[in-house]
């Protein structure tokens, strides 16, 4: 079986502290949902950095709405740091 549908555009990147429901400092990322997906079905995205994101897409959220996810950057995680 084949995992969740990739869906390469995020749409906007921006800097924390414009969401209520955002993890303090952390990036965050605008992302339109594609045609054919709803609520609890998973898409993979990718960040600026590279690193492939698996979203969830929550309630009450149809196909070409905008969603905003917080994400941790590749630069910010500890095994990135370690390896430098």
Do not use: H
């Amino acid at each position: 079986r084949a995992g969740p549908p990739y869906w390469p555009v995020v749409d906007q990147l921006f800097a924390g502290g414009r969401s209520s429901g955002e993890m303090s400092g952390q990036p965050m990322l605008k992302i339109t949902i594609p045609p054919g997906l709803g609520p609890g079905q998973k898409l993979m995205c990718k960040a600026p950095d590279g690193q492939q994101l698996q979203v969830t897409i929550p309630p009450n959220v149809r196909p070409g709405q905008q969603i905003q996810i917080a994400y941790k950057p590749l630069a910010d995680q500890p095994a990135a740091r370690g390896s430098q």
